[in-house]
């Protein structure tokens, strides 16, 4: 009788389970991850659902480009996250404006959108972009009637939920105009319910008290074959003035990727990502031979003697110990699937997968 031969994934999570057998017995980190050809995705918390359903299909050899879209695609279809796509908190006016772009590594092509109205995958949009036009972004009502050219159908994305947050947020802004908020009530209601918020369960009250509440999806993957892709989505800022776009369709902002290093992404206040350009620098940081963490908070130093700086002209920049009063997150990850993922301040987590499967691993601060 002859026996099954293992597939490609069996293999690769034997191969893993090896490697890691033998890190323990060496007590050394694991530095033949460098070595081994390995799929390996990397981006924010809120990415961990879709990693876990696209893990598989990456160990079968699915392209980095598919698995990244595939992945950002489960938050902008969730209507209880509030910070991506169907669900998203809109801007000032009340209207759900997304931006979302991908890079495709072994190409060097990317494609974004910005400021796109009443489209459930802007991600795919931007991948049209990239793949359909000779452009690298188109932004507002250009996009929108390019979304709908190519098939996407026009969907009101502001839920319920969201439009009674806004409310909330519009009736709280001042008290010299004739908005009332709502009478307390001892009555429990959906405003007692949490609000999902790129990984993270707020209060109503956290969400509107809180300053520019950020929120954005970013994955980064390398596939079995060692190509790099990545992408970013988001609903930018709550409450933004309209027309703003974050660093999100901002290729090189919010994310960028080289086939020859590696790719980068982030999330968190997209003005400090643009004017750091950030995830250039992550993976030209990485291109001089920087571990993904060090290169990771070598962009965050910088971004925080940005803020010092422009504290000069906008002092609500910098907090009163002198460090940004913001917060920035990063994901890296180079061509050996070696990653890292970093932030400004706290204790978040990001996602992984590889073949250790996917999981939540905690940032590391560069200010504790
Ligand atoms: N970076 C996004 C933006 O500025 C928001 C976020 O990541 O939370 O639009």
């Not at 050809?37 to 480009?65: F, H, I, K, Y």
């Not at 509030?82 to 931006?99: A, N, R």
């Not at 072994?106 to 494609?111: E, I, L």
Request: glycine share 12%; hydrophobic share 40%.
């Amino acid at each position: 009788m002859t026996r099954p031969r293992p597939d490609r994934r069996s293999l690769l999570l034997a191969a893993g389970a090896a490697a890691t057998a033998s890190h323990a017995l060496a007590g050394s980190a694991p530095a033949v991850h460098a070595r081994r050809r390995r799929p390996v995705m990397v981006g924010s918390a809120n990415g961990l659902p879709g990693m876990q359903a696209q893990l598989p299909r990456m160990m079968d050899g699915l392209e980095p480009l598919d698995a990244a879209i595939e992945v950002v695609k489960v938050v902008e279809a969730d209507p209880e996250d509030m910070s991506v796509g169907l669900g998203g908190l809109p801007d000032e006016d009340g209207v759900v404006t997304l931006d979302a772009a991908c890079m495709h590594g072994p190409t060097h092509n990317a494609g974004s959108v910005g400021a796109i109205q009443d489209t459930l995958h802007p991600s795919e949009v931007a991948r049209l972009v990239m793949e359909r036009t000779d452009h690298c972004m188109l932004v507002g009502e250009g996009a929108s009637r390019f979304a709908r050219e190519y098939g996407h159908p026009k969907v009101d994305l502001l839920t319920e939920r969201a439009r009674e947050v806004w409310l909330r947020w519009k009736e709280g802004m001042s008290d010299r105009d004739d908005r009332l908020s709502p009478k307390k009530s001892k009555k429990s209601g959906a405003a007692d319910r949490p609000y999902r918020y790129m990984g993270e369960e707020l209060t109503l009250e956290q969400l509107l008290t809180t300053h520019r509440i950020t929120g954005t999806i970013h994955c980064s993957a390398l596939s079995l074959e060692g190509e790099l892709a990545c992408c970013t989505t988001t609903s930018g800022l709550s409450f933004k003035i309209p027309g703003r776009i974050g660093d999100s369709p901002v290729i090189g902002a919010g994310l960028y990727c080289d086939q020859e290093v590696g790719s980068a992404g982030g999330t968190g206040r997209g003005e400090s990502a643009i004017l750091s350009c950030a995830s250039f620098l992550c993976v030209e940081l990485m291109r001089g031979g920087m571990a993904p963490k060090d290169a990771g908070m070598a962009v965050l130093r910088r971004v925080t003697e940005q803020a010092q700086r422009g504290a000069a002209w906008q002092p609500e920049l910098v907090r009163e110990d002198g460090l940004p009063a913001f917060n920035l997150q990063l994901y890296l990850l180079n061509g050996a699937g070696e990653y890292a993922g970093v932030e400004l301040y706290g204790t978040h987590a990001f996602s992984v997968a590889d073949e250790d499967g996917a999981r939540h691993e905690q940032l590391e601060a560069l200010h504790g």
